[in-house]
């Protein structure tokens, strides 16, 4: 039985979390601020990965790494019992994470000044990565409707009729905490094959949705996979985001081949020996710490959703996946940097602006709800006190 209560000490730890607030948040002193903002858990890793981490650390030698098969079949067979994806392990090119891993793609499969759709509200580096790379981003507001996310598919077609060469997708979404459904991603698929474009799905929250949400793997949506890359990573699931490991899904051997010589010309090497090691201990033996994870964040989630929901001008829902909370504050009448500076001044609590995914997130605020319930009831707490 894994301790999801005990609250451990992070600052000090070069925690981008808990020792940058100042910092990101221009403060002069975050001593007393809580940090609920970044997608990064406050709860301890799965005992079986330290324990493995432990185990490899017992001999002295960290020399240059081969990449073992076992860690290869640990994440097929992984996906396959959790999601019933079907993947070959020559599919796999493991990465150092799967915003590198993307960067990679775009800059192998798009020219400069090409085009990249992205569906918005989303996570910023969607935008930045194409854009740092000199890519025009073309974006898809994604449809609100009762509190959820939908796709405009008149707007998502007339987007891809525009030379779009990359459509990035967030499944889970993130920030909306969308599980999408397998109808939605088929339509996604058909229509991207129909203008020739190619999908970089971003699957790295696959493992956190609530009952009775099932995430569907693009791969087991679409009837041709020739023209997508999926990522998957055992960082947020386990909270290793620290040790950085991810893994880019190739089923077309010529995009795998190209891949993979872009990575050579770049002196680019494979996952380093802890990492392996943590990967493969985390998809063969942390299904149980998993479970248990999910109890205690759907637990977080019903707190942090039935008291927010009671202060007025917020609308809040409980999402079908990932661990951050999207809140609706427009009803209060605040401006983004109104709220902002109330959260921080007035109750010391460091949320995620809407606007930073994109300007379809004005009027929003992510939070973080994966930590110890005494966490989430404090800042629940602080976030009320901020409005009073």
């Known amino acids: 039985m894994s301790n999801f209560s005990t609250i451990y000490n992070r600052r000090n730890t070069f925690s981008v979390k808990w020792d940058m607030l100042d910092e990101i948040y221009s403060l002069e002193d975050a001593s007393d601020v809580l940090s609920m903002w970044i997608a990064d858990m406050d ?4 005992p079986v990965i330290k324990d493995a981490i432990h185990k490899r650390m017992d001999h002295p030698i960290f020399g240059y790494a081969i990449t073992p098969d076992e860690a290869k079949t640990a994440l097929t067979n992984w996906v396959l019992n959790k999601h019933q ?9 493991f990465r150092q994470g799967v915003i590198p891993a993307m960067a990679e793609a775009i800059e192998v499969f798009t020219e400069i000044g090409d085009k990249v759709l992205i569906h918005t509200p989303v ?3 969607f935008t930045s990565i194409p854009q740092n790379l000199e890519r025009e981003v073309i974006t898809c507001r994604l449809t609100e409707k009762d509190n959820a996310y939908e796709v405009d598919w008149e707007v998502f077609e007339a987007c891809l009729q525009q030379g779009v060469k990359v459509f990035i ?4 979404h993130n920030p909306g905490g969308k599980v999408w459904s397998k109808e939605d991603l088929q339509q996604m698929a058909a229509l991207c094959k129909r203008y020739n474009v ?4 971003d699957e790295i929250h696959s493992d956190l949705t609530y009952k009775p949400y099932k995430h569907t793997p693009l791969l087991n949506a679409a009837e041709d996979v020739s023209n997508i890359i999926t990522f998957f990573a055992p960082t947020k699931t386990f909270n290793i985001a620290g040790i950085q490991a991810a893994a880019s899904i190739v089923p077309d051997e010529e995009k795998r081949k190209t891949l993979e010589h872009f990575a050579m010309t770049r002196g680019t090497m494979g996952l380093n020996i ?7 201990a985390a998809y063969e033996e942390g299904g149980s710490w998993l479970e248990e994870l999910m109890e205690v964040l759907s637990s977080n989630m019903d ?9 007025d001008g917020i609308t809040v829902v409980k999402p079908e996946g990932t661990y951050l909370l999207w809140i609706n504050y427009r009803g209060t009448g605040l401006s983004e940097q109104d709220i902002m500076e109330r959260l921080l001044t007035k109750s010391k609590l460091a949320l995620e602006p809407g606007t930073k995914y994109g300007e379809a997130g004005d009027g929003f605020l992510r939070m973080n709800c994966a930590c110890p319930f005494e966490t989430i009831q404090e800042g629940v707490s602080r976030f009320a006190r901020a409005l009073e």
């Open 198 to 201: 190619l999908i970089l799905s």
């Open 303 to 311: 707190y942090a959703v039935e008291h927010l929901s009671k202060i």
């Open 169 to 172: 997708l967030c499944n889970p």
């Open 274 to 280: 802890f990492a392996l090691t943590a990967l493969q």
């Open 43 to 46: 709860f301890a890793i799965a």
């Open 123 to 125: 996570y910023p580096p």
């Open 85 to 93: 994806l079907t993947i070959n392990n020559e599919w796999i090119l």
